[in-house]
């Protein structure tokens, strides 16, 4: 089983820069991607930011020129980094990991969320 663990979010200052990381862990084969999302209440699901295995980033449109996301392979673990906070990036932030899991006989496919951090943009 593979799990996601999400740090940073809080309450940031307008202006400012957020920092978040998702670390995964568990029986892990492979992570070809990993991402950032957000929510807000009434709304769907939006892509901030995803990386892949081979370091390809893909920023959300409504944060380009903001973002950066990287990855440390070796670790498991995705950072996101997004710069000119504004109030309306006020949102619950999910990591998101696609891949597969060491099974026997094979691999087996994954595609799993974080339980989310509140980021509050707000002075």
């Known amino acids: 089983q593979v799990q996601l663990v999400e740090s940073g979010g809080g309450l940031v200052q307008p202006g400012e820069s957020l920092n978040l990381a998702c670390k995964a862990s568990?029986?892990?084969?492979?992570?070809?991607?990993m991402g950032w999302y957000r929510q807000v209440p009434g709304k769907q699901r939006e892509l901030v930011a995803r990386v892949t295995s081979s370091g390809n980033t893909d920023p959300g449109d409504s944060v380009k020129g903001r973002v950066t996301i990287s990855r440390n392979n070796a670790m498991s673990i995705a950072y996101l980094q997004m710069d000119s906070l504004k109030p309306e990036d006020t949102a619950v932030y999910y990591c998101?990991?696609?891949?597969?899991?060491?099974?026997?006989?094979?691999?087996?496919?994954?595609?799993?969320w974080g339980q989310g951090t509140q980021v509050t943009v707000s002075s």
């Open positions: 568990g029986n892990i084969f492979m992570i070809n991607a």
């Open positions: 998101n990991a696609v891949g597969s899991s060491s099974s026997s006989p094979v691999p087996r496919p994954f595609d799993i």
